[in-house]
Structures are given as C-alpha cells and as structure tokens.
C-alpha cells in the first residue's frame, strides 16, 4: 500500500501534499498542538525493550547512507550493562546533492528530538550528542533552540523524560563540526566528537560495544530517528505497509524516504515517496520531468559516493535493491543528482574525483594516494592529454581502494572507487573519445 | 596449543596475538610500516594485508574471508591460513608501494636513511619496479622541528609513528597531521618544538628518511656502519644501546631492543652523550710528576713508578687508599682492588671508596603517570653513573664488607699518604673537597678528561670509555648485563681493565715471569665467580642478542 499522506513531512508542506512556500519552522507549541511527542509519552508507559522490539520489528533500515537495520544495530549494546550509553545523531550530512536531513532541521527539529529521546528510553542512553555538519550555522540555530525548548518543557534533563514522567534522564547537547566530510562516517565523528582529528577508527571494536569516549554508543542518522516516533505512535504494520519488500530476496525496504533531488531537473528539491519509487517517476511526477525538455542521461543514484545509474536504468527503483539490480554501490542517502543528455561524464568524473580527493582523511594509503592520483589523471583526461591505457589504469587505481576489496579503513575509498568506476564502465566511449591511442603505429615502407 | 598456518608455516599461539605479531616471532616477515611493537595499532598503511580462510564453526571447513585483513590489526583464530604471498595479497603489496612512491621525490642518494629505509627493501622485495604516475608530484618542505630533527616532509609515508610516538610515550604531542588527502603533513602542534627528552627516538622509529637526526645528517653512509651492542655508559638505566662506527669513530648511537630493560627507547642525553669520547681533550698520554712538573712517559716507565712508590710506601707502613669510579665496568673494579689489596701486602688494608654517584633531579617514567614496571614504561635515571651497584657489589665480595660511599672515604683517608683514584666521568666530577683532601697526598690518577687533578697527580695514566672496551654493567634494577669494545681505545690511552691486568701481571712477572695478558672481561667474570664465589657473574649476566652485533659489508675503497 503506497503512503496516502506526508509522513516525515506531515509538518513540512512538501508537493504534492503541500505547498514548498508555506514552510516555516514548527517550535515546541505547534509541534506539541499537531500530536508531537505523543509517541514519547506512549513509549515511556511501554518497557524499553518492547521499544527496541518495535523498531526491530518495523525493519526500519538506516537512512544516512548504509541502510544498515536500526533495531538490529540497538541491539548490539552491552546487556546488563548499567554505566554510561551515548547516542551520537549523525547529522553532518555532507555527501554532495544530499540534502534531506537539512529539511528536517530547518523546519521539525522537535521531530527529530523526540525521535532521540524516544532511542535514548529505548536504549537507555543517558546523554545524546547531535553532530552537525560546520556549514549549517542556521540549522545549529534552530536546533539550539529547540534543544532549549525541550529543555524547558522538560522533555531532557535532570527531572526525567517528560517531566518527571518516567525516571530515566536524557541530556542532549549540539555539537558543531569544522566542515570535513569524512566527520560523518560514525568513528570519525567519534574521533571528532571526542575532540580529536576525525580519522576513522578500525573496527572492531565496534562502537555499540566501545564508542565515544570508550563506552557503547549508537550512532544513527537523523531521518533514521525521525522515524521512530511514527513507528510508535502508527504501530509496525502500517510502518511496514509503506515502502516496499525486496524483489530479490534480500532484507525489505519499508517506510518512506526523504528524497532530495538536485541537477537538470524542472523543480530540484526534496520529496517524501514510498520507498521502491521509479527513478523516472520520481523525476517525471515530483519534480516536473527534465529541464528544458533535454533528455535524461545518467543520474548519481544517492550521493556521490554511490556511483551512476547509466541511460538505461532510469526506470531503478528506488530502494535498498538498487545496489545489487542496477550495479551501484547502494541507495545511499536517497538523494539523485539527475543529469540531462549535456553532461560531459569525463567532467562529472573529475569534479566528484575532486571532492574525493579533498576529503579523504588520508590515513590509509591507498586512499589518500589514489585519490591525488586519479584527480590529477581525470584532469588530463578531460584535457584531452590521457592516453587509452590511461583508462585502464584509472579503473585499476579505482579498484585497488576500498573497505571491501579491504584495502582501507572506511567505506570513503569505497565511494571514490565506485562514482569513478561506475562513471567510466556506463561511459567509457566519452573517456575513449577523449584519449589518444597509447601506441602509434609507424609503418615501413618496404619498397 | 592454537595454531595458525602463515604462508604455509604452521604457528602456534596462545591468546589473541595479531597475525603479525605471530609471524614475525615465527621468523616470517610480512612487510609493515604503521605498525610499532612499542605503539598503538592503527592499521593506515595497509601494506601488511592478507587473506584469510577461516574454518566454518558449523562444518569446520575452510572459507576465504572476501576481504583482505590487515595481519597488524587482525587477530589470530585458531585453524586459519593466512597468505600474504597469494595474489590478492600481492597485489594490494604492488599497490600500496606504488602509491607510497607517487608524491615521493626520489632523493635516495642525498638522503640519510639509504641502506635502512623500508621504501627500499619493500619496493625491492614487493614492489612493481616502475611507476605509471605521471602527473606532476606533489612538493613538500623540509622542516626545522627541533633541536635533534629535521622533518623532510616529501619523504614522509604518513605512517603517524611519529605523532603516536609523542603522544603514546612522552606524552607531549609536539606533533600532529594537518591537511587532508596527498597533501598531508606531519607538523609541530602550534606554539611548540620538539624537544622532548626523547626526541630523538622519531628518527629510529621513521620508517622512512622523513625524520632525521641532525646530529648524524650527513656524516656518514649507514652502510659503512658496524654496529656493536652495548650499554648505556652514562647514567644507571642500562638502557640496551648499539654504538655505530667506522674506523674507530662513533658516529651514532641507537637503542636496542630490550623488553625488560628499556623497551625500544633511549633518551637524548644517552643518545648524544657519547661526543665526549671524541674530544680533543681526551688524555691520550701516561705523564707523572718531576720535579713539581709533569712531563710525558711511557707506561712502563709510569707502572714503575707506581709499583716503587707503593713498595715504598709499604715498608714505611704508609697507608694507601683507592677510589673506585662507578663508572668503570664490575670487571675493572675487581681487577683494580685486586691489585691494591695485593700491592699493599697482608699487613696493611688500603681504604677503598666507591667514587661520587652524580645524581641530576629525579627518575622520571614515561608515558606520564606510568609506573616503572608497566609494561612500556620508560624510565629516565636520575644516577648519572652506569655501575655505582656493580662495583659496590665487586667491592664487598672482595672486602667482605660495604665499600667505603664516597663522603665517607673522603673522611677515612685522611692519614693516607698514597691515593689512587679513577675518573672516567664525561665531566668534571673532582669537587673542592676531594682536590683538598689529596693536598701534599702521593696521587695516582687514570682518566680520560683533563680535571682539577690531572695536572696534580704524580702519576697520571690515561684511561678508556665504556664504548672502548668490554665488560659488565649493573643498572640501577640491579640487571648485570655485558657490552662489548666497539672501538679501540683512542691512540696512546688503555681501558682500566688493561692497566690492572698489566700491574697485576707485573707483580705476577716478578714470580713466575710470564708477561701481560689482554684484558678480557668474560675472563674475569669467571675468575670473580671462582675466586670470590659471586656466581651471578657467570650465571646472570645478559649478553647481548645474538644478532645484534652487525659488521658493515662494505668497504671504503679510495680509488
Ligand atoms: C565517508 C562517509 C561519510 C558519511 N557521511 C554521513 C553523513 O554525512 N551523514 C550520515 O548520516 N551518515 C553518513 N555516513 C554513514 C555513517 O557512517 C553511518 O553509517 C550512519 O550514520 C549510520 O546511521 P544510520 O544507520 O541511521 O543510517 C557516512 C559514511 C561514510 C563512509
Ligand atoms: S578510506 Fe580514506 S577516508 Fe577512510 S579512513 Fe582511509 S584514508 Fe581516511
Ligand atoms: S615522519 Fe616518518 S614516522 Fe612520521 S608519519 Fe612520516 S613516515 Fe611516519
Ligand atoms: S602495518 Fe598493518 S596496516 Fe600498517
């Protein structure tokens, strides 16, 4: 059954179920007045285990880029552990054309509020930091002021959830990153959180079992824990009615999704569909077909990191399938960048190669080397100085980094190694086009 | 016992080592770089992968893991095989030294580290002999860091040892990353200098020539080294320490590995201690007294002249009194008692004395707050002399009693009319009190620096530093470990233990007639174990590793 109103954005006017000009920012009030942090007070009455039990049940998968299962991940905390818990809420979104937690932030931060402290009751956590990205100086304006509502309405802090209402205590603090993208896989933000340079940790351990600051830590994304509170407050089988289950037999793709859509499209922006929605019916009924009437060409399925969809597989659902169907990484954040029938793809290549290698924390070798190196190859490429066999040694250096091959430490290589490699196998004749023959052949006149 | 099967060697463990860890006890290499026995583990580098095949739980048979591990990090399970030689292994191996060598300048031939930098033996034992990068490489400076460093940021494989190094051990994080991606670079945190006391350790544990020691920069290629294992000759740490040298000269000291001793570390101060021993200062010239002036000999002549002014002094009935430098090696000061107790006859005991122990400040540990007996803490003595316990040890197993500490012997020596004293510190060390007590005293000296007293005493023999000859330090944990010569002592000196053993043969001579042997300390450990009972110098001494004692293969060929 596809979703028949806004969900996430039931306080957020979106198209088609509301108008984009009409948004303003919901505080604590209005929030409370259109049923807000209902679902909290229904979850404290519940054990906190019938809690996580819930979300387990509901399938909710991760949103901020993984679409690893939320409740299983609660699960791994320690049982019977009784000191301190963290809950780090990844809110540093900074994957090129992803843009959908931004929405949240802008205009429901309590949403995402009660979403944290419902997982803290869940998991018992008692203290929450929300990481957000150095360049949303606005959205760190709201939240500190919603975090300071909350505060005064006593939804965090010493009294108790809800006022006393329950005894388990949740504090909640924002904290600023400095504008690095690796800060937002999980154990970099630790490392950053924790005041240090954001280098990733090498796993295990896990950091359910020994995060932030050496005790068990949840990290999860902020669309992730705006979920929660609908499952509570709507129950796990209308949850599960939104989305879609796998067509090929994998883990299913319930609930709905923040979809930010950017590039040559008429009405760039983000929507709230089912899960499992067409690539091509995204574009043609949300955000009024192609710009100018060009020709679809090729679209980054879900931020950078994700790699392309080609001319072929505009019609790709949408879905946590998309990786194993439509040969990309993932779904990853959900949010496309479309390109029209224009698109210089050796350009594209080079401008994400450029991000990568700008952003790689350059601890692993194969990273920090391997992203210089096919930046600079990528620029002689699309000047035309590139070689054919310089083609092969780009898809080899693309190759040869990556937490899977197991060559790195985080999945950034593997972002790197997938836009490059996807770009070049979907495109290569514009690569071709673009290099000279590695070998002239000189004939011998044989008189 | 567990086992796991590395590149086809079956290895057994205990625990959860790292595969690394494993290998390497096994005398398997498998190429590494981040990784530091004596540092964090933090996996960059990834040189050291493998591929593992783990046996099932459920059917016990083997499966490849589909990613590549990194043996440095990755735990041993009992059962595995591991393969750093299969071809995804090599690979990632041809890659990673590729990549290592695409910002690199290529400078071997200027550069310190050559003959010892694991981008040549990895690039000759895993690497692809040829690069396909032909962008333009990224250029880097090379930095002034503190007072032993230079920081050659383009040779830099940002392997972080380094930070680790100041922030794990010394704890005073001088160095951190800045940047991001291929144009990272190690720096000085803002505001600071790296000049810890144990600085210059970064430049041992540089894999690479990015960190270099100011001291040796230039001054020699390693390959014309030989390196001989030694003890720290200068306070009573006993730190394991390998002196580097050709043709008689030092050119650098380095640390040895020694887990019960101090880990992988020196400090500064033991690290450039050593200049002393190539001063001109140094005494190189037996000399005695004439007339109220000292003038040049020879040592016979000098051993004649002490040995008829002690026969002088001893049918006269003159007390003599000796002062024993804990600076000198166990073996020294037993031979050098020996021979005054046997100059001075039955009837009359000299007064020995263990000369004055320097001691600057307080021991300090390291990492912060550790205590001595952590497991890598490292301590810093504040006993500036190597063997104030050995020779106390030697004297009483000789005497029978405490020796004399050295306030009191100045007390006790009042009456005594001969005074033979050694020296041996790398500074001054002869105090107002002692140049007075020996005022209108017969004094004997053997030094190496000019002091105070050198130019005073009737006979003057020069001696010979710990790194000129063998023999065993007590530190200050009361570890007896043996060093050996590394060079010969400088032209016209002699070790303590030579002179003892030629007065000692010379009294000898004048009953069987046999000549002067060659000192040899493991010699006299034994004769000290028989003689004295002191069964710990044969049976406890620590000699250095096997292995540890590395003849240079090159010679320097003038054409
Ligand atoms: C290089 C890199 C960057 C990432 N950036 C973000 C990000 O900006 N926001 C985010 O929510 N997750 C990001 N992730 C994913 C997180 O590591 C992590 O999977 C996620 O926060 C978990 O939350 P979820 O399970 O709720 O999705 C990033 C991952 C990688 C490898
Ligand atoms: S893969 Fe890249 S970004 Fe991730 S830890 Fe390694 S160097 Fe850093
Ligand atoms: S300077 Fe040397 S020790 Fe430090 S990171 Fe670079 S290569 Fe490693
Ligand atoms: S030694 Fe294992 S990754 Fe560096």
Redesign the pocket.
């Known amino acids: 059954m596809p979703m028949t109103g806004p969900v996430l954005t039931r306080r957020i006017p979106t198209f088609p179920y509301g108008n984009p000009r009409d948004r303003r920012t919901v505080w604590y009030d209005d929030y409370v007045k259109s049923g807000g942090y209902e679902a909290l007070r229904r979850s404290i009455a519940l054990e906190p285990a019938a809690v996580v039990d819930m979300v387990k049940d509901s399938s909710l ?8 299962p ?1 409740g299983l ?1 609660w699960t791994f905390l320690p049982k019977n552990y009784e000191g301190q818990r963290y809950l780090a809420v ?6 090129p054309g ?1 843009f959908k ?1 931004r929405l949240i932030l802008d205009y429901d931060p309590h949403m995402l509020l009660e979403g944290i402290a419902i997982s803290c009751f869940a998991c018992r956590i008692q203290t929450a930091y929300i990481y957000i ?1 150095g360049e949303y100086h606005h959205q760190a304006r709201i939240l500190e002021r919603a975090i300071a509502e909350a505060y005064g309405q006593g939804i965090f802090g010493g009294r108790g959830i809800l006022n006393g209402a329950c005894d388990f205590k949740v504090d909640c603090y924002l904290h600023r990153g400095a504008g690095a ?2 800060c ?3 154990t ?2 630790l490392e950053s959180l924790e005041g240090k340079r954001g280098w990733p940790r090498i796993k295990p351990p896990f950091p359910a079992v020994k995060g932030l600051f050496g005790k068990p830590t949840i ?4 669309e ?2 705006c979920c929660v509170p609908f499952i509570i407050e709507h129950g796990v089988e209308w949850f599960k009615s939104l989305g879609c289950a796998s067509k090929i037999g994998g883990p299913p793709s319930f609930g709905t999704k923040l979809m930010g859509v950017s590039g040559h499209v008429q009405r760039p922006g983000v929507y709230e569909c089912d899960l499992g929605i067409p690539l091509r019916r995204l574009v043609e009924e949300y955000c009024g077909g192609m710009r100018g009437g060009k020709r679809y060409k090729a679209a980054i399925a879900g931020g950078v ?1 994700m790699g392309v969809l080609g001319t072929d597989q505009f019609d790709a659902e949408m879905d946590f399938d998309i990786g194993r169907k439509y040969e990309v990484l993932g779904l990853g ?1 959900a949010c496309p960048t479309i390109f029209d029938e224009d698109t210089d793809m050796v350009m594209v290549a080079r401008n994400i190669a450029r991000f990568f290698k700008n952003e790689s924390c350059g601890q692993c070798t194969p990273c920090r080397e391997g992203s210089g190196w096919m930046y600079k190859l990528l620029c002689r490429m699309e000047r035309g100085e590139a070689k054919l066999k310089d083609i092969d040694l780009l898809l080899e250096l693309a190759g040869s980094m990556g937490a899977m091959p197991g060559t790195t430490i ?3 290589a ?2 790197n190694n997938w836009a490059v490699r996807t770009i070049v196998n979907k495109f290569r004749s514009e690569f071709e086009a673009r290099c000279s023959p590695s070998f002239v052949p000189v004939t011998v006149g044989v008189a | 016992m567990a086992r796991i099967t590395i590149n086809g060697k079956p290895c057994e463990f205990t625990g959860a080592p790292s595969i690394l860890e494993v290998a390497l006890a096994n005398g398997l290499e498998i190429p590494h770089y981040c990784w530091h026995e004596g540092l964090s583990v933090v996996a960059s580098c990834r040189i050291c992968l493998a591929e593992v095949w783990a046996p099932n739980p459920r059917s016990g048979e083997l499966e490849p893991i589909p990613r590549l591990l990194p043996t440095c990090q990755t735990p041993c399970g009992d059962g595995q095989v591991v393969r750093t030689d299969s071809p995804k292994a090599i690979a990632n191996q041809k890659a990673v030294m590729e990549y290592l060598l695409i910002n690199h300048p290529l400078d071997c031939p200027i550069c310190d580290q050559a003959g010892e930098c694991y981008l040549q033996d990895y690039s000759y034992e895993y690497g692809r002999g040829e690069s396909r990068f032909e962008e333009a490489k990224i250029k880097q400076p090379k930095k002034d860091v503190g007072p032993h460093i230079y920081l050659y940021s383009d040779r830099c494989i940002m392997c972080s040892r380094c930070v680790r190094f100041t922030r794990e051990v010394t704890g005073t994080a001088e160095l951190c990353v800045v940047g991001r991606g291929s144009s990272e670079q190690i720096d000085l945190f803002p505001g600071k200098a790296l000049d810890n006391e144990l600085s210059g350790n970064v430049a041992d544990i540089c894999p690479v020539g990015a960190l270099l020691d100011k001291d040796f920069l230039f001054t020699q290629r390693v390959w014309l080294l030989t390196k001989t294992p030694s003890i720290d000759g200068l306070t009573a740490s006993g730190d394991n320490i390998s002196i580097e040298h050709n043709q008689g000269r030092i050119y650098r000291v380095k640390p040895r590995r020694n887990l019960s001793v101090n880990k992988w570390w020196i400090s500064d101060e033991v690290r450039y201690g050593w200049k002393f021993i190539h001063s001109d200062q140094r005494l190189t010239e037996p000399r005695r007294l004439q007339y109220g002036e000292q003038v040049g000999t020879n040592f016979s002549a000098a051993y004649d002249e002490i040995d008829e002014r002690l026969a002088a002094a001893r049918e006269a009935g003159a007390k003599v009194a000796a002062l024993v430098s804990p600076m000198l090696s166990c073996e020294e000061a037993y031979l050098m008692a020996r021979w005054v107790r046997a100059a001075c006859g039955e009837q009359s005991r000299p007064i020995i004395g263990v000369g004055p122990v320097p001691v600057n400040g307080e021991d300090r540990t390291f990492p912060p707050g550790a205590s001595p007996a952590d497991r890598n803490a490292f301590t810093i003595r504040a006993e500036k002399a190597p063997n104030a316990r050995g020779v106390r040890r030697v004297l009483k197993g000789l005497n029978g009693t405490e020796a004399f500490e050295f306030a009191k012997w100045l007390e006790a020596i009042k009456d005594a009319e001969v005074v033979l004293l050694t020296g041996n510190y790398p500074s001054e060390w002869v105090t107002k009190d002692l140049a007075k007590a020996l005022s209108r005293k017969c004094i004997f000296l053997i030094d190496t620096l000019p002091n105070d007293l050198t130019g005073k005493a009737n006979v003057l023999l020069p001696g010979a530093t710990w790194a000129e000859k063998s023999g065993t330090f007590e530190n200050a944990n009361g570890l007896l470990q043996a060093f050996e010569q590394a060079i010969p002592p400088v032209e016209g000196s002699r070790s303590e233990g030579q002179i003892f053993a030629d007065l000692l043969a010379r009294r000898a001579a004048s009953t069987n007639g046999h000549g002067a042997p060659r000192y040899n300390a493991a010699a006299v450990r034994e004769e000290m174990a028989a003689s004295l009972g002191l069964m710990e110098f044969i049976r406890d001494v620590q000699a250095p590793a096997a292995g540890s004692f590395i003849e240079s293969d090159m010679e320097l060929v003038e054409l």
């Open positions: 998968r991760g949103r901020g880029g993984a679409g690893f939320c991940k990844n809110a540093d979104e900074s994957e992803t937690d990205r993208y690796i937002g896989e999980e970099g933000l990290i999860n994304n902020v992730t824990l990191s954040t985080c999945g950034l593997d972002g």
